[in-house]
Every structure is written in structure tokens, then in C-alpha cells.
């Protein structure tokens, strides 16, 4: 809804004035130098603990991948060199992406003898990430980062022996696995950097001129959203280009390489379900410094197994002028995809209403498709009333197509006939996509004789089946279901029963009722389980013991109430080992993340179990059970909007009245000493710690790590805001406690990676915000992690951000005056 702006916009312009003076004035503040320091022991020791093994299972349901996480990085590690180019951000020793997470310690399990296979054959601290099988589920490859590339092993699952197939030259900045599997499983195509490229280049420290960018002539609207890491001048072109570039290689189980095709900045490459084929998007100039690369012009084409050019499919454009809106998209062909179930057939889809959902349109998106030998004109395919959200092919008489529309929140998924496109689609499921009670779940997958994930279906083709959450007012509860294509009808043969949170993994054999499960309990690590559905009898797969014994006995309850307006609120209290009330009201430390909602009924929903294990991470507020603190956390933090009305229209009411809400429980249970809690978050969720210390007395101190605080920063959307500041100006001031810092009066701890790349998120955000809370008082402390993005990765990081808090948490909070 567009807003006048009137005098609003003049009060704007003022504070803008009276702050940039502000900024100026403050810039010869003192500073504290202070080297890493460390929280209380009991902290070091659940951070420094592993949390449990991830898992993974093999295309043919026989084998189990078991991966365990390994320690915190060192603040040495995460300083090695980096470059930010085109909304990526690389190492340019490795020719790989900086920020990524690797793992040491890989082991495979038979799930049917129940034994462990470990990999052998690997150097000492491998750094493993990139894990993939092969479609026939019998070896697994990866990728180990060394100190000069990225070099492609294989695993076999038989005997766990690794092998080495590449040297260090894969090139993998581009976001995704730089390799992929042939579907015959003993070939693998991967991007390697150019042999004999030289060295990088080098800036001319004297410019020959100035950086101009020109919006002339045939002007164009490119309503923008704020990115990070974007090109800035010519020789940013330069980097990207160089360490961009790649050659497409394909190697078989032995080593022996060879290239395909041309090089190029190849963003992605894909082999056709039979292996015939190579579908390949390549990046081309002009480069923009507006957006990042993956809106960049680029050429799709399928090449043949020896890179010769069968078909040009199409010339995107460049991508600045996209409209706003997030269902928004740009002209021309989009989304191009393989059909999983066929050998060689491509799929694609089109906007018909321009790419604008401000247009009116019957239809939003059509699909297209060529078959091979893609000699003949593409051919029409089902017409879509709303956005384009992906296919789950199945057979030649089933897929699903999955569409959306966000203004309404909407959702539908039709069934059409791949072999027969002409044929009209059917309505499956056309819902409300925030309504979490009826959210049908996922169609269950299997692989098909290509290695491409399909439709799981019965021998006659009848049914397909669901697995999902399970959402409802008693919490997640897990399902699993058969739906008849018959009736449109689903029958539910198995659901998560309390005291346990169970949840489907993968269907191991649905003729014989056996599915894979993960189970676990408040006080119950997770483990795999073989289920029968029929019988309910129960195989007990994995092993993993607690992680964290030292927290075996705290109390987690959950907790449901009301806001003073009747929405349903939930949120996990968990309190100290051997808490009783008699011992007195406990400090408390709040933890959430707001969200939208259309629906007031759909913001009152149950979004979490009662039954799930406790987690923990390096940033959880889970840690100051340890100090003494209850703890309230992922507490609901609805705004709602409903018809017309934006959620944020009223954004800053809606926080207060969910936290008076859950500060009135507390009292109410006779736990919490309401004049001792601290609220926090992490990203928006700091940006709703700030607005809550600057519209409300109800905290006694404030946690805001990596958030947002001034929204004109932001002005062409933000989070689930849609609209632009000019539409909204009204709306923009008032979130933005930027604005607002006169009317912080309780402390505020504001953390922050000094190279957050995130969205919006921009470190400035917080230098700024504590500018204007120093300059009115206000009791703040600023940290700027060295390194550090948006989330942290450096023990040395991680260590002292939690030595801040709980300093802070002692002075303003436990031991408040």
C-alpha cells in the first residue's frame, strides 16, 4: 500500500542532515585495544564440542556416508587472502571459494551388514567438501582443497579407498559442485583453471580516469536490492575474468583427462540423463557493477561429448533492469532443465507478463522444450497462472510443477503429462504456502536408471508419496503418505508418535515398508533407524553418543501463550540443571527472529516440536544455561498484515506486543525476573533487538549481532518488504532504530563481521548505529570481528564474541542495578 509522504519526507531529510554531522563529530572516539579473550570455561567446552555426525545416503538406499564435523577453524585460517568479485568471494592461492566449510573424517556403513567401512588412503588433514555419489551409489567423489587448488578424489564404497583424479586444478568459485557425474558412473565432468594462465593481474596504481556509470538515452528503472562484493573498475573485470575463466574436462575412474569445448566463464554445465550431451551457460561481457554475476549476459548451448556446439538455445541479455517485486524475473528464457526421466530433452520457461506482477496476465510463465537431436523449433509446453517454482519429473504421464505467487502467498503444484504436453494439467495441491497445517509435504524421490532423482511411484503407477513436518497445535510430527493420482486423495500410513521427534530420510523399499528414519528426543540424541511402517518394529543403524552430557539434565518446556490481540505465540524455555523455583526468579536472556505473515491465523501456528533434541552452535543462547540464565528461545515474533495492510505498517507495535507477551508468561510462571532480561538476535533478528530498546523499556539489555539499522541504506527492499522507501517512506523511518537512537535508554552490545557479505548487512550498519547512540548517551559498545562475514567462523572470533556477552549479560543484566 503506498503511503503519502508529506512533512515525513522533510523530518527525513533533516535527520539525514543532522546525523551526517553527527558521524563527522564522532569519528575521534576512543577505542579500546584489546587482544582475543575467552568466556567462562563451560562455554569453551560445548563450543569446542562437535556436535553429531551429518549423514547421507547412496543413490541405491544400500549405503550410509557418515561425516563428522570437525573443530572451529583458527582466526589464521579464515585470514588467508580474498577476493571479492561479482558477488563471490574467492582465494585466489586455491582458486576456490574462501568461505567455505570442509570436513576431515568420512566413513561409509553398510546398512545391511551393519558394518563400517572407513576411507582410506587420504593425506593427513584432508580438508574434504564437495561430496557427491555416483549414480549407481557404488563410489562417492569429492574434492580436497590444498594449499595451491582444489584437487577431484573418488571413494569406492566397497573397501573405502581413496583415490586421487585430478591434480590441484579444479576450478571451483562459481557457487555449486565443480564436477558432476556422467550417468554411466565412470566418467566425471569438471571445470579446470587454464594451464599456463600466468599470473593474475595487476593494478596500475596511477588511474588513467575517472569510474562513470551512465543511465542515458533510452532510460531504464533498475529498482536494485543492496548486494555485496560487486565489480568496481576495470581491473575487477580483469580478476573476475582471469579466475573465472575455465576449461570444461571430463576424466574417467582412472585419471585420464582430456577437455571439451572452448573456455570460458562457465557458470554452469550440466550432462544430459543419458550422457550424450552437455549443456553449458556461459558468461560473456558486458560485466555490470550494479548486480552479480549470475545476472551477467550469458550464452546457453548443448554441446556434444566433444564440446562441438549442437544447438545455441539462447542469448540472455544483461539483467540491471529487472522490476521489483519478488515475483519478478527477467524477459526472455529462464530455469533451463533436463528432463530427468527422458535421455536428452530440454526444458525451459518463458515470462509472459514480461517479468513484471505488477502487469496483469491469465498467465504468468510457459514452459518450453527441445528435443534432441535439437535440430527442430522448440515446442510449447503447459501455460502457468502463477510463477514458475521447478519440476519433479516422474514418468512420461507424470510430473509435478511447482508454481507461486507472494502477494497472496500462494502456492499450487498441477500434474502434467510430459509425453503428451498438449494435454491439459490438473490442480494437485493450490494453498496458502505460510498455512503450515496443511502443507501436504514433499513428493518422495528415487533415483531412475539415468541417476536422476524421479517421482517414487508404485508398480502400476497409481500412487506417489509425501513425507513432511507434520505441522500442528500439538508441534511437528513427522509423516509419511501415499497419494492416490486416482482420487487426489492422501492415506497416511505412518506418523511421528510423542515423546519422540522421528522424520523420514529415505524410502528404502516401499513394497516391503521400510524406510530410513531419523529419531530423537528432548533428552535423546539423534540417531538412523530401519522403520517398518507396517509393523513399527524398529532397527537401530547409527550409534552417536550424546555430545553434550554437561546439559543431560536441563529442563526445556514448551511454551504456548497469547499476545494481548488473541495471536497464538509459542516459543522453548529452557532452564538451568536443578533449577526449582524455590531457589527464585532466574535472569533471562530472549532469543528470536521476526517474520511476515499474511494470515493471522498462519502467524499463530506451532512452528517447532516439543520432542527435538537440544542443539546447540557456536552463537546459540543455549550457552548461558551454563551462567545461570533461563533461557526463552525462538520465541514467535509474528508481523502481520492482512488484505491490504502491510506487515510492516505496524512492525514496531507488533514487536513490542510480542515481547511484552512473552515477558508477561515469564512473570506469569513465576521464573523469569522480568526486570532482568536481555533480548538478542542474530541479522534481522538484531534489527529487532534494536527497534524493541529503542520503542520499549521491557529489556534490561540488548545483544545485536550483524543486523541492519538504518533502512534507507536498504532502499529498494529489504527482507520481505517489497516496496521501495519512495513508496513507503513513513514505514522506512520508523523500522529503522537508526532514527530512532535518542530513544535507547538500556544497554546495547553491537557485534559484527568486519567483512559481512550479506545482503543488506553491511558493516557500516553498526559503525553508524553506535555513531548515533554514542553521540545521545546511550549506553553501547561496538566489536568488529576482524575477518569475519556474516556468520563467524574463527575460535578466536567465536570465543570473544561470547566473552563480550557475557560480560555484558553480568553488568546489565544478572547483576543489574
Not at 533 to 561: C, N, R
Not at 772 to 798: C, D, N, Q, W
Request: net charge positive; charged share 25%.
Amino acid at each position: 500500500m503506498k503511503q503519502k509522504s508529506g512533512s515525513n519526507y522533510a523530518v527525513f531529510k533533516t535527520l539525514l542532515v543532522c546525523f551526517t554531522f553527527l558521524v563527522f563529530a564522532l569519528m575521534g572516539t576512543a577505542q579500546e585495544e584489546l587482544t582475543y579473550q575467552m568466556p567462562p570455561k563451560e562455554i569453551v567446552r560445548l563450543v569446542d564440542t562437535p556436535g553429531n555426525p551429518f549423514v547421507g545416503v547412496s543413490p541405491d538406499i544400500k549405503t550410509l556416508m557418515i561425516i563428522e564435523r570437525p573443530g572451529l577453524e583458527s582466526i589464521k585460517e579464515v585470514s588467508q587472502p580474498e577476493l571479492k568479485l561479482a558477488g563471490f568471494r574467492l582465494n585466489p592461492r586455491t582458486n576456490g571459494p574462501s568461505r567455505t566449510y570442509h570436513f576431515n573424517k568420512i566413513k561409509f556403513k553398510d546398512l545391511k551388514k551393519m558394518k563400517d567401512v572407513p576411507i582410506t588412503g587420504l593425506p593427513e588433514d584432508p580438508q574434504i567438501s564437495n561430496m557427491n555419489w555416483s549414480p549407481d551409489g557404488q563410489k562417492m567423489a569429492f574434492t580436497l582443497t590444498r594449499s595451491g587448488g582444489i584437487e577431484l578424489w573418488l571413494a569406492y564404497v566397497k573397501d573405502g579407498r581413496a583415490v586421487k583424479l585430478t591434480g590441484p586444478v579444479l576450478n571451483g568459485i562459481m557457487y555449486g559442485r565443480p564436477y558432476m557425474w556422467v550417468s554411466d558412473s565412470k566418467h566425471i565432468l569438471f571445470k579446470s583453471v587454464l594451464k599456463d594462465r600466468g599470473d593474475s593481474p595487476t593494478k596500475d596504481p596511477v588511474p588513467k580516469g575517472p569510474i562513470v556509470q551512465s543511465n542515458e538515452g533510452k532510460v531504464k528503472k533498475a529498482p536494485v536490492r543492496t548486494y555485496q562484493d560487486l565489480l568496481k573498475d576495470k581491473h575487477d573485470e580483469a580478476l573476475f575474468t582471469f579466475y573465472a575463466t575455465a576449461q570444461l574436462m571430463v576424466t574417467d575412474l582412472e585419471g585420464k583427462a582430456k577437455p571439451i569445448g572452448r573456455p570460458g566463464i562457465i557458470q554452469s554445465f550440466s550432462p544430459s540423463p543419458n550422457g550424450s550431451y552437455i549443456l553449458v551457460q556461459m558468461i560473456k561481457p558486458p560485466f555490470s557493477y550494479l548486480v552479480p554475476y549470475y545476472r551477467f549476459p550469458h550464452v546457453v548451448e548443448i554441446w556434444d561429448n566433444e564440446g562441438n556446439v549442437v544447438k545455441k538455445i539462447a542469448d540472455i541479455p544483461l539483467s540491471e533492469d529487472i522490476p521489483k517485486g519478488f515475483n519478478a524475473t527477467r524477459k526472455g528464457p529462464r530455469s533451463f532443465t533436463w528432463r530427468g526421466d527422458a535421455a536428452a530433452v530440454l526444458y525451459w520457461t518463458e515470462a509472459q507478463d514480461e517479468g513484471d506482477p505488477a502487469k496483469k496476465a491469465e498467465t504468468r510463465d510457459k514452459l518450453y522444450f527441445l528435443e534432441a537431436p535439437f535440430t527442430g523449433k522448440p515446442k510449447e509446453g503447459p501455460s502457468l497462472k502463477y510463477r514458475f517454482g521447478g519440476i519433479r519429473w516422474g514418468t512420461g504421464n507424470i510430473a509435478m510443477i511447482n508454481q507461486y505467487w507472494w502477494k497472496i502467498r500462494k502456492e499450487r503444484t498441477v500434474l502434467f503429462q510430459p509425453d503428451f504436453p498438449d494435454r491439459p494439467t490438473t490442480v494437485i495441491f493450490d494453498r496458502s504456502f505460510e498455512d503450515r497445517y496443511t502443507d501436504p509435504g514433499d513428493f518422495v524421490v528415487k533415483p531412475n536408471r539415468f541417476g536422476k532423482y524421479v517421482l517414487l511411484t508404485d508398480k502400476k503407477q497409481r500412487y506417489l508419496y509425501l513425507k513432511g513436518s507434520g505441522a500442528s497445535p500439538e508441534g511437528n510430527r513427522p509423516f509419511i503418505d501415499r497419494f492416490d493420482l486416482k482420487t487426489k486423495k492422501s492415506f497416511r500410513l505412518w506418523r511421528s508418535q510423542a515423546p519422540y521427534y522421528e522424520s523420514v530420510i529415505s524410502v528404502i523399499d516401499i513394497d516391503k515398508h521400510k524406510v530410513l528414519t531419523s529419531r530423537e528426543g528432548k533428552k535423546i540424541q539423534p540417531n538412523c533407524y530401519i522403520r517398518n511402517l507396517k509393523t513399527g518394529k524398529l532397527k537401530q543403524v547409527t550409534h552417536f553418543p550424546h555430545p553434550y552430557p554437561q546439559l543431560k539434565d536441563v529442563e526445556k518446556q514448551f511454551i504456548k501463550y497469547k499476545r494481548a490481540d488473541g495471536i497464538e505465540l509459542t516459543g522453548d524455555l529452557y532452564l538451568p540443571p536443578g533449577y526449582k523455583k524455590v531457589d527464585g526468579l532466574l535472569p533471562v536472556l530472549v532469543w528470536a527472529y521476526p517474520r511476515e505473515y499474511k494470515s493471522k491465523y498462519a502467524a499463530g501456528q506451532v512452528t517447532d516440536s516439543p520432542y527435538r533434541f537440544i542443539y546447540l552452535y557456536y552463537g546459540s543462547p543455549i550457552l548461558w544455561l551454563t551462567q545461570g540464565y533461563a533461557v526463552f528461545d525462538d520465541i514467535s515474533m509474528p508481523v502481520v498484515g492482512e488484505g491490504d495492510v502491510e506487515p510492516n505498517d505496524t512492525y514496531v507495535e507488533q514487536l513490542v506486543a510480542n515481547a511484552k507477551a512473552a515477558i508477561d508468561k515469564l512473570e506469569e510462571m513465576g521464573i523469569g525476573d522480568r526486570k532482568r532480561v536481555a533480548i538478542g538476535g542474530h541479522s534481522y533478528g538484531a534489527f529487532m533487538t534494536a527497534n524493541l530498546l529503542a520503542h520499549s523499556r521491557l529489556f534490561a539489555a540488548g545483544i545485536a549481532r550483524s543486523g541492519a539499522y538504518n533502512r534507507s541504506l536498504t532502499p529498494f527492499g529489504f527482507q520481505a518488504e517489497e516496496r521501495t522507501l519512495w513508496e513507503a517512506i513513513d514505514t522506512y523511518i520508523k523500522m529503522s532504530p537508526f532514527m530512532h537512537a535518542h530513544k535507547v535508554k538500556d544497554p546495547i552490545l553491537l557485534i559484527h563481521g568486519e567483512m559481512d557479505n550479506n545482503s543488506g548487512t553491511f558493516p557500516i550498519q553498526s559503525k553508524r548505529f553506535y555513531h548515533a547512540l554514542k553521540g545521545h548517551g546511550a549506553t553501547a559498545r561496538l566489536v568488529m570481528l576482524p575477518f569475519e562475514s556474516h556468520g563467524y567462523r574463527a575460535r578466536e572470533s567465536i570465543m570473544h564474541m561470547l566473552w563480550e556477552t557475557y560480560n555484558w549479560l553480568e553488568k546489565y543484566v544478572k547483576n543489574r542495578k
